[in-house]
């Protein structure tokens, strides 16, 4: 199985702060990588898939970058909308693995 | 409009069986893969499996083969997640979710990601 580590686990950051976040692969997966965000209380929404393509809709602050193993999720200025946490999901093949998340908290 | 719709919450207790269900509209809902994700009260997304309801064709996570069941009937663009016999540890939110298709320029089709997601349906295992 691939596994998939996320860091931060926790990150504390203020409105207006550039975020990064990176997720690692026990193995190269190319591009098969999304990036998902998720509020209490609600489903999962999909950000960013093949690694660095923005879903339709999402706003352009959002920026996937990476390819085999390292992946890096980015929120060029973070909004209060943006309070949230971050999974970065592999979909090499039809074994999906979820990194362990990254809670963005207000500072 | 894509949706795709859960069963509501469940209270059971250990040893009773359970199926909870998602409902696809919107789409071809043959044609793309559904998969199920379990969120266990305050932990992350684990992927439990994949099910293409066109031919059932069906891939579970070695985590969670042999302990549930998944299905899907077509002729309702319905997904099914099935316990026989649940157990405490079971208590979690369960999501299923669509798998989005990337249409290339030379007409091939990529995989693009869990895009559409049902609200979740929370069950509760408890003496």
């Known amino acids: 199985d691939i596994q998939m580590t996320q860091s931060p686990s926790t990150l504390s950051a203020s409105v207006g702060d550039r975020v990064t976040i990176t997720c690692r692969a026990s193995?190269?997966?190319?591009?098969?990588l999304a990036w998902y965000q998720q509020k209490p209380g609600k489903a999962p929404k999909l950000l960013i898939y093949?690694?660095?393509t923005l879903r339709s809709g999402v706003p352009l602050r959002f920026s996937g970058s990476g390819s085999g193993t390292e992946f890096t999720l980015t929120i060029s200025s973070l909004q209060p909308d943006d309070f949230a946490t971050y999974y970065c999901?592999?979909?090499?093949?039809?074994?999906?693995?979820f990194g362990g998340g990254t809670k963005v908290e207000i500072k | 409009e894509v949706q795709l719709v859960q069963s509501g919450a469940e209270v059971k207790k250990p040893g009773e069986s359970l199926r909870i269900s998602c409902k696809g509209s919107?789409?071809?809902?043959?044609?793309?893969?559904i998969a199920w994700v379990r969120q266990m009260p305050g932990k992350g997304l684990e992927w439990m499996g994949f099910?293409?309801?066109?031919?059932?064709?069906?891939r579970y996570s070695p985590s969670f083969e042999g302990q549930v069941t998944m299905s899907v009937d077509k002729s309702i663009h319905t997904a099914y997640l099935q316990w026989n016999s649940l157990q405490a540890s079971d208590t979690a939110m369960y999501y299923c979710?669509?798998?989005?298709?990337?249409?290339?320029?030379?007409?091939?089709?990529?995989?693009?990601?869990?895009?559409?997601w049902g609200q979740g349906s929370l069950v509760t295992v408890s003496a």
């Open positions: 093949e690694a660095s």
């Open positions: 999901q592999q979909y090499l093949s039809y074994s999906l693995t």
């Open positions: 193995q190269s997966m190319s591009k098969w």
């Open positions: 919107g789409y071809n809902f043959p044609n793309y893969w």
């Open positions: 979710a669509r798998e989005d298709e990337v249409l290339r320029p030379d007409d091939m089709k990529e995989r693009g990601g869990l895009g559409y």
């Open positions: 099910i293409y309801p066109a031919d059932s064709d069906t």
